[in-house]
């Protein structure tokens, strides 16, 4: 496994322009995120607040980091201070949790939200319903700590392309409605956040404008 030349390998397929890589570090050690960190990858993603905190105390401050697995509530404080962006925000009350913590430290996250475009119930999101009501509300904006700068969603796990291509075009329809619409000073349809290692080229087909990918970057993990 060469770290190095599988980054090369992955970003000669994306556009640099349009299509950020998000190297999903979860269950790698700190010196494995630093050999990648060293071939030039500045963003990465992480699953669990235990983790990501960990990781970020020893590594150097240039890292951008994302949250991209589920967030607790009680688990904000820890990543308030610096996380560059939340992929995973699944509902309203997690929003107003993010807001709460974010307003202690004087930031503004920005965060992604979450929409439920699979298969499996156990993946979590909004549903689009909930999504638009979402948008709309009046109890957002009175969220001053909280940037919403578009939307993340995970496929359904299944080697059937077309049902995957079916999910990815849901979500960049959302994506675009959005735009067109909705968006204001507080929502701005920047980043669609799809794709990862099994299924990225196709979220490239469909305009995503964040891969989140890991063992294609660092190889098979071990989650013992």
Known sequence: MNISQNLQKIRSFL????????????????????E?????QTDFGENKVQELVSKYEVLPKTIRWHLIGHLQT??????????????????????KAINKEAEKHNRVINCLLQIHIAREETKFGF?????????QSEELKALK????????GMASNT????????????IQNLF????ATMETDQIRMEELS??????????CESGSTMVRIGSAIFGSRNYQ
């Open 194 to 203: 799809i794709g990862m290692s099994s299924d990225y080229k196709l979220a």
């Open 15 to 34: 556009d640099p322009y349009t299509t950020k890589l998000i190297a999903v570090s979860k269950t790698y050690p700190s010196e494995t995120v630093l």
């Open 176 to 179: 675009q409605q959005i735009k």
């Open 74 to 95: 009680n688990k904000i404080k820890y990543i308030v201070p610096f996380i560059h962006l939340i992929h995973s925000v699944d509902s309203f009350k997690l929003l």
């Open 127 to 135: 549903s689009e319903e909930e999504l638009f009501q979402t948008i």
């Open 159 to 170: 080697d059937d392309e077309s049902q995957v291509k079916k999910e990815f075009q849901h």
């Open 145 to 152: 700590h909280i940037q919403i700068l578009g939307l993340m």
């Open 36 to 40: 990648a960190f060293h071939a030039g």
